[in-house]
């Protein structure tokens, strides 16, 4: 089996290049991190790739094989793969990018509770009803996917991203959060998106944020109807 | 001096972004002071709260109302076989529940079973449904949780740098170097005062649960600067882990499977552990179902691929769907369908009960280190209940976090001894000039040497083979060949957590060679009764280039053995 790779150290090399390898142990749902590994032990070929838990729990090992983005832990090792890294993130080397860029943009949007000084002790008292409605936004595990492939994102940075949408949409429908996310959204380009559902296709979380934003966009329209 | 690309200065370095580390620098940021977090992955997804699975003890009674504190301490105690810091014990029950109404104001939510009560799942050594849970996603809701609060708190954060070492200056830590990843960098880190949470070691065996992170690099750093380690020949290994393939091989299958009704079946089709724990049987401690499934396997009722069978498929789909999610996943990726087959598992490295050894607030034997989580030893014993592991996290993360900014507060930063500093830098760079053997081959023979010989089962014959393999491995350490440049180089970083590894390794190897008896997790072949003069801790600290080891009583308070 042969898997080509996206080679790119920006501290040395001039410009990418892709290289072939052969995997000669190849066992079936062998996962793609482990087909780095066996690269890396076996030829010295130094891939420079993130992973952490290999049980998607940490997102860590996103990147894109034959050009969709996915779990390098849970996805099976195909021949003839291409791996190359996520879009829309500089490269750190070969696979790894920096997907720190967001951070500040992420903080900016001020990505926890606010709500009264008030401190309990006690547990605070919350209906499965509100439960059940961050549940699913809080299953991200953070892995970027979404924002490699969103077309909108991709062309102007107008547009937060559907990850810092998300985020939006788990405080708003917490109802422990007081403060105005729809204000937010706004301002980060809540009306940019073009509801492709990009996103959701991308989510291994299958998290369907394109929905979210639909909701948030309904909901600012139908206030700014009654401001009139 | 000159070696450096740069310096970072803060009251606080917390070394470790998982749940440990994060609640300690909410904790040491609330005492106003500056606090600085390093993460060798991404922060909250390198370390194994955010995999953590099944949940959190905290004696609630909100489903079983007999259950209080005092049955949480003893069920603990009796897991550990006595050889817990009961003091530690003590503050963990009294503390477990606070600290997870924490994590709901910092905007966690947890499972509940009406508005104001949680929902409590049994696990094993437990005589009560004590585990507060989010399905089967527990670690990474608290995950979700801490890094909201650590944004409110504007707490510094730097992700994907490797601390190699702690640097000392009379008597105490004075800084860190580090090996930055994304910019390539090597790093000095300047504090008044330090907290490891760098979690546990589960990469020095072949199989095992844990991330690639966790080489065991704070016990090392630790260890390296003179603090004590206890109980190191603790490790627990998880009944159950995934089999096949190969490349799944250990994965975490969680303990809620059985919490939630799990069945366990040799290839005979027998319930087995009624042999082994007639009363408990699946819920009995996990050293003892570790052993179980161990011995089916080695006297020849193996499933297909060489485990055991785990069966859940009598419960609702829905049921399956809900609570246990991400095992429904993780196998269906693999191509079974666990509402349809059984599972096949077997037992995986864990956790570390053992570690950096810490008094009740945190402090190691070097006044201004300070460890909390995996890293640090003493609460557990010789047997880690599931669940106590979160609560620790978050109720000693707490108290390290408190105790450490205070200690910050009294000192002023200490000087650096800039010739140890380049000896670091020469140490990491030295890898470049030899020629030979990838890092990851003498990393995999490592593994292999510790799966097999310091493993499930131990003997005098095992445990000295191991001695005998780390010191071979050592020896050939000054053949390994690296890339050169710093950055994001896997072969650099593995050859320098082999380094630990090996320290660790070695470590665990002498301390089990030591205890001449069978307790807890340790198992020793030659001598499989538990031996009331093996009462005792086994401590260990450097000496010259060395190890000394020695023994002491355990920390007793309230439940004699």
Request: proline content about 3%.
């Amino acid at each position: 089996m042969k898997i080509t790779v996206f080679r790119y150290n920006p501290q040395k090399d001039n410009e990418p290049r892709y290289e072939d390898y052969v995997i000669r142990e190849y066992e079936k749902h062998m996962k793609i991190i482990d087909a780095l590994n066996y690269v890396n032990s076996e030829y010295g070929a130094n891939i420079a790739f993130r992973s952490s838990c290999r049980a998607g729990q940490c997102g860590s090992c996103a990147l894109r094989a034959n050009k969709k983005p996915v779990l390098a832990c849970r996805t099976d090792v195909e021949d003839g793969i291409l791996l190359e890294p996520l879009r829309n993130f500089p490269v750190i080397k070969d696979l790894a990018v920096a997907t720190q860029m967001s951070y500040p943009r992420i903080r900016a949007l001020r990505p926890f509770i606010h709500r009264g000084t008030k401190k309990s002790d006690t547990l605070e008292p919350m209906l499965l009803r509100d439960l059940k409605r961050i549940s699913k936004l809080k299953d991200c595990i953070e892995c970027y996917s979404c924002m490699s492939v969103c077309p909108v994102f991709t062309n102007t940075k107008e547009f937060a991203g559907p990850l810092l949408f998300r985020i939006l949409a788990r405080f708003h429908h917490d109802v422990r959060d007081n403060l105005g996310r729809l204000t937010i959204a706004v301002e980060e380009g809540l009306y940019l998106c073009t509801s492709c559902g990009a996103c959701l296709v991308a989510c291994p979380e299958g998290i369907d944020t394109n929905k979210e934003i639909e909701k948030m966009q309904t909901l600012v329209y139908e206030s700014s109807k009654t401001k009139n | 001096m000159e070696t450096v690309d740069d310096v970072y200065q803060t009251d606080v370095l917390i070394i470790g972004g998982g749940g440990a580390g994060a609640r300690a620098a909410i904790e040491a940021k609330k005492h106003n002071v500056d606090v600085l977090v390093v993460v060798k992955g991404l922060f909250g997804r390198s370390g194994c709260t955010v995999m953590a699975e099944g949940g959190y003890n905290a004696a609630f009674g909100f489903i079983d109302k007999e259950d209080n504190e005092q049955y949480h301490f003893e069920d603990t105690v009796n897991g550990g076989r006595y050889l817990n810091n009961q003091k530690l014990v003590e503050i963990l029950v009294g503390q477990a529940k606070i600290r997870i109404i924490d994590l709901e104001r910092f905007g966690g939510a947890f499972d509940r079973i009406t508005p104001d009560k949680l929902s409590q799942r049994y696990f094993g050594g437990q005589r009560f449904r004590r585990t507060v849970h989010k399905g089967d996603r527990t670690g990474h809701e608290i995950m979700f949780a801490l890094r909201e609060e650590v944004t409110r708190q504007n707490v510094d954060v730097l992700e994907e740098v490797a601390i190699t070492s702690l640097l000392t200056s009379e008597g105490r830590v004075v800084g860190a170097t580090g090996l930055d990843l994304i910019h390539g960098r090597f790093l000095l880190f300047r504090a008044k005062a330090f907290i490891i949470a760098t979690g546990g070691a589960g990469r020095i065996y072949s199989i095992t649960t844990n991330p690639f992170q966790k080489s065991g690099d704070g016990y090392a750093m630790a260890f390296k600067v003179g603090a004590e380690l206890v109980d190191m020949e603790m490790v627990q290994f998880h009944p159950t882990g995934m089999v096949f393939p190969s490349s799944s091989k250990g994965l975490l299958v969680t303990e809620a499977v059985r919490g939630e009704g799990g069945k366990l079946y040799n290839s005979l089709g027998e319930r087995f552990m009624a042999r082994y724990d007639a009363e408990k049987m699946e819920l009995s401690t996990r050293d003892i179902v570790t052993r179980s499934i161990f011995s089916e396997i080695q006297e020849g009722r193996a499933s297909e691929h060489g485990g055991v069978y785990l069966d859940i498929s009598h419960l609702p789909d829905e049921t399956i769907k809900q609570k246990l999610g991400t095992m429904l996943k993780q196998f269906l990726d693999v191509g079974i369908d666990i509402r349809r087959q059984p599972m096949e598992v077997s037992p995986t490295a864990h956790h570390f009960m053992g570690g950096i050894r810490v008094n009740e607030v945190c402090r190691s034997s070097i006044s201004n280190l300070f460890a909390c989580g995996e890293v640090s030893g003493g609460v557990h014993g010789a047997n880690r209940l599931g669940g106590n592991s979160l609560a620790e996290t978050q109720v000693f993360g707490s108290i390290a976090g408190e105790y450490a900014a205070k200690e910050a507060r009294k000192l002023p930063y200490g000087d650096i001894n800039y010739a140890v500093l380049d000896e670091e830098h020469d140490r990491l760079y030295r890898f470049e000039e030899g020629e030979g053997v990838l890092p990851y081959e003498l990393k995999a023979r490592l593994q292999t040497t510790m799966w097999q010989n310091v493993g499930i089962i131990r003997t005098e014959k095992s445990l000295k083979e191991a001695i005998a393999e780390i010191k071979e491995i050592k020896n050939e350490i000054y053949s390994i060949k690296v890339e050169s440049g710093l950055r994001y180089n896997l072969e650099l970083l593995a050859a320098v957590d082999l380094e630990n590894m090996l320290l660790v390794a070695e470590i665990i190897t002498r301390a089990a060679l030591m205890r001449k008896e069978s307790r807890g997790a340790h198992f020793r072949k030659d001598y499989p009764r538990e031996d009331r003069r093996w009462l005792k801790n086994i401590i260990l600290s450097k000496i010259n280039d060395g190890i000394e080891i020695y023994t002491e009583a355990p920390l007793i308070t309230k439940m004699k053995p």
